[in-house]
């Protein structure tokens, strides 16, 4: 079954440090990967996305991800953590065709320590 | 309006009660989705519009629920004889028509069903 997976719900991490949000999907074919942020209250907003190509894609707001075949995994990063960047963040499959529907992961809530 | 107007943001309803929950997609995208957020259940697919074509409608949950969307651009969800477990936000994104291009959030409608 198409799914996609982040295993951690909750990450804390102090503001400057380094961040890695884990994301693995299981599809039969290549997907379309993408990565969205939610503020409270807010809407899902577009941080990157994958379709094809080189496989280390940089994003919005200093983010940037890697798309590992051999792993399913589509692994969101950034280098220094500002305190602006705690949300929640949803990893996607997207359907290459038809529909182009996203099948979403369970989302990782980032806290930011000052 | 520039991106995707959803309206109300927030809907308190008492069970059994009908509710109606509408979506702007942004102007001259062919494409409509509408998802549901929830606790423990994490976004859900519900329905999809492209143009004049049929929706697909696999992701409804029960018979309960139905969407239309009119002119191709406004898209109404209605859900009939509310439940508790219907609480959720209700996310509608659109995208333009062309393949693999992205989808375009609104900020959602927090429905409460008491």
């Known amino acids: 079954a198409q799914s996609v997976t982040q295993p951690d719900i909750h990450i804390t991490v102090s503001e400057g440090a380094s961040l890695e949000l884990r994301c693995n999907y299981s599809y039969g074919a290549t997907p379309y990967l993408f990565w969205y942020v939610q503020s409270p209250g807010q809407g899902l907003q577009l941080l990157l996305k994958y379709f094809s190509g080189d496989t280390l894609v940089q994003g919005i707001k200093g983010f940037e991800a890697e798309f590992k075949r051999s792993q399913s995994s589509f692994n969101l990063r950034k280098p220094s953590v500002h305190w602006s960047d705690a949300a929640e963040y949803f990893c996607?499959?997207?359907?290459?065709?038809?529909?182009?529907?996203?099948?979403f992961g369970t989302g990782t809530r980032l806290k930011v320590l000052a | 309006g520039a991106g995707v107007s959803q309206s109300p943001s927030n809907k308190v309803t008492e069970k059994g009660k009908d509710v109606e929950l509408r979506c702007d997609p942004i102007?001259?995208?062919?494409?409509l989705y509408w998802y549901r957020q929830s606790l423990g259940q994490g976004l859900e697919f519900l329905i999809y519009?492209?143009?004049?074509?049929?929706?697909?409608k696999s992701g409804l949950p029960s018979d309960r629920f139905s969407a239309e969307r009119t002119g191709g651009s406004v898209s109404t969800l209605t859900i009939q004889r509310t439940q508790q477990e219907d609480s959720a936000v209700y996310l509608c994104?659109?995208?333009?028509?062309?393949?693999?291009?992205?989808?375009?959030f609104g900020a959602g409608t927090r429905l409460s069903v008491l």
């Open positions: 519009f492209q143009g004049n074509s049929a929706p697909d």
């Open positions: 102007s001259g995208h062919t494409a």
């Open positions: 994104a659109s995208r333009p028509g062309l393949a693999g291009n992205i989808q375009y």
């Open positions: 996607a499959v997207g359907e290459p065709s038809g529909t182009y529907k996203y099948i």
